[in-house]
T-cell receptor, first 112, second 117 residues
Framework: EDQVTQSPEALRLQEGESSSLNCSYT??????LFWYRQDPGKGPEFLFTLYSAGEEKEKERLKATLTKKESFLHITAPKPEDSATYLC?????????????FGPGTRLSVLP | NAGVTQTPKFQVLKTGQSMTLQCAQD?????MYWYRQDPGMGLRLIYY???????DKGEVPNGYNVSRLNKREFSLRLESAAPSQTSVYFCASSEGRRGPYSNQPQHFGDGTRLSIL
């Protein structure tokens, strides 16, 4: 069964304190891995797609990396506006359509 | 450019009542999806439509029906609401132009918060 777990469940950082969020996945084959940001009361907002181990993507203070079993979202010198829940999703190789499997998310709070 | 629009934003129902959640996208996407999001759990797929004229069950389809009205609109219907269906419902769309195995990201609406008493 395809599974996605995320850790930690919640993370509190001081402004400027860099850290990483983890997404671990178990799938028969990976077609792609997606990171989303979700603000309270809003829908998930697409951040990155990673396709193969070793790939990296960057956007402002965020950098996503991918290995064969997990992905990391590195947050460098975070600001309070980076506070949100970060979701990871995988697109398994054997799924018809675009049936993503989502993790439960990591709730990030960045304190000023 | 509105993206994915969901209506209503909030709804309270009594057990046994029926209702339809509406979703429309203006990105000319082929594929559309309905998810539910519950505390501590990831988004779970209810139904999806890979292209206009087709619909398929996802992970948790029981108690729901869908209609792909046209390329823009995809509705979700609860025929007889139950308290277990209290949740936040999200609609999403993706290009899907390279067929069902294409790897385009899904784009989400802001959800419908549904409470069933």
């Amino acid at each position: 069964e395809d599974q996605v777990t995320q850790s930690p469940e919640a993370l509190r950082l001081q402004e400027g304190e860099s850290s990483s969020l983890n997404c671990s996945y178990t799938v028969s084959g990976l077609r792609g891995l997606f990171w989303y940001r979700q603000d309270p009361g809003k829908g998930p907002e697409f951040l990155f797609t990673l396709y193969s181990a070793g790939e990296e993507k960057e956007k402002e203070r965020l950098k996503a990396t991918l290995t064969k079993k997990e992905s990391f979202l590195h947050i460098t010198a975070p600001k309070p506006e980076d506070s949100a829940t970060y979701l990871c999703a995988v697109h398994p190789m054997d799924n018809y359509g675009q049936n993503f499997v989502f993790g439960p998310g990591t709730r990030l709070s960045v304190l000023p | 450019n509105a993206g994915v629009t969901q209506t209503p934003k909030f709804q309270v129902l009594k057990t046994g009542q029926s209702m339809t959640l509406q979703c429309a996208q203006d990105m000319n996407h082929n594929s559309m999806y309905w998810y539910r999001q519950d505390p501590g759990m990831g988004l779970r797929l209810i139904y999806y439509s890979a292209s206009e004229g087709t619909t398929d069950k996802g992970e948790v389809p029981n108690g729901y029906n869908v209609s792909r009205l046209n390329k823009r609109e995809f509705s979700l219907r609860l025929e007889s609401a139950a308290p277990s269906q209290t949740s936040v419902y999200f609609c999403a769309s993706s290009e899907g132009r390279r067929g069902p195995y294409s790897n385009q990201p899904q784009h989400f609406g802001d959800g419908t918060r549904l409470s069933i008493l």
